[in-house]
């Protein structure tokens, strides 16, 4: 057997504890090893995938509107990005703010240590008079860094990251964020908004292939990180849009009845034919369910921010003075 310290624990935690319930179930942040990564920016550029470009158009159209937002005190803030990815889009506003001689840090937190990495060397030439401090954690590890921080934040949480919860989860947290908040402080949050179930079930389930390509490489990276011995033929993507819940959920399906090894945690995790495990989550949202969200963590909203279909919308909240 291979010492599991060898490995990462949080990992191997949710490995075990996901392969062991029933029905099985493993966290979307999974996916985003550097694999991954790369696979989800093949998405974001997938002709089915209107999220990216529909954030990016609200981002290029309303920088001005923003900048308003957090600048109105016209003194340094801090700009922390919840998720941050590769930062392409929020670039955009980095630019931006930096032209119109804005004094800001840029924090960006990204579970994926490579693709902090990849953000930092990619700004490092394009905006180099930029102050960055990344910070490699989850996210609610990062609330932390929130309320230790006393300049005026604007904090970013885009690409409908948010859907990737619950509604329960998705109120919880942003609960959480809203404690962590000083009253001068802006959280924008991206909402990928209910419209045509078809076209919300092709984002997930492309002609190519690629989104089937980053559902199986949660498998592939067990493999490669805990010794498991998955064999991604017998297990198959499948995802579906339920619009009266605006809940799309995605499944690894397995084929076969199967025995599957784990060799970190020196045991195998049965299978039986058609078994699914459950990998991610990705809700909808309307424009109801947003101000719900909002009176429960004790905020309130002070823009929205659309896209000229209104496929998505950035919302933009403060605390509440009720």
């Known amino acids: 057997m291979i010492q599991t310290n060898t490995y990462s624990a949080e990992v191997l935690k ?6 062991s319930r029933s029905p099985k179930r493993l966290p979307s942040w999974l996916f985003y090893d550097e694999i991954g990564d790369k696979i989800f920016q093949a998405i974001m550029r997938m002709p089915e995938y209107y ?40 670039e955009v506003l980095l630019k931006h703010f930096l032209n119109q001689q804005k004094e800001f840090t840029y924090v960006p937190v990204d579970i994926s240590e490579a693709v902090l990495h990849q953000l930092v060397s990619r700004l490092g030439r394009t905006v180099p008079d930029l102050q960055v401090q990344p910070q490699n954690t989850l996210y609610h590890q990062a609330l932390k860094l929130l309320s230790d921080r006393e300049e005026r934040k604007l904090i970013l949480f885009m690409g409908a990251n948010i859907g990737n919860m619950s509604v329960d989860e998705a109120r919880q947290f942003v609960k959480q964020i809203a404690e962590h908040m000083n009253p ?15 076209l919300i079930q092709a984002a997930y389930d492309d002609a190519g292939g690629i989104t089937r390509e980053f559902n199986l490489n949660l498998l592939a990276r067990i493999n490669r990180e805990l010794g498991g011995e998955f064999d ?26 199967q025995q599957v090894y784990i060799e970190a945690l020196d045991k195998s995790v049965s299978f039986e034919p058609w078994e699914i495990i459950h990998t991610e989550v990705s809700q909808k949202y309307d424009m109801t369910m947003v101000n719900t969200l ?29």
């Open 294 to 322: 909002a009176r429960h963590a004790g905020l309130e909203v002070v823009d929205k921010l659309y896209d000229n279909k209104k496929y998505f919308c950035d919302v933009i909240f403060r605390v509440a003075d009720y």
């Open 51 to 90: 999220l990216t470009g529909c954030e990016f158009e609200i981002l290029r159209t309303k920088k001005d509107q923003i900048l308003q937002h957090v600048s109105s005190q016209d003194r340094p803030f801090q700009l922390v990005e919840l998720g941050a990815g590769d930062g392409t889009k929020t």
């Open 184 to 198: 001068d402080d802006l959280l924008m949050v991206g909402f990928d908004l209910k419209k045509d179930p078809r």
């Open 14 to 19: 949710a490995v075990d504890i996901g392969l």
């Open 232 to 257: 991604l033929d017998y297990f198959n993507h499948y995802p579906y849009y339920d619009p009266e819940s605006g809940i799309t959920k995605s499944y690894l399906v397995s084929t076969v009845k």
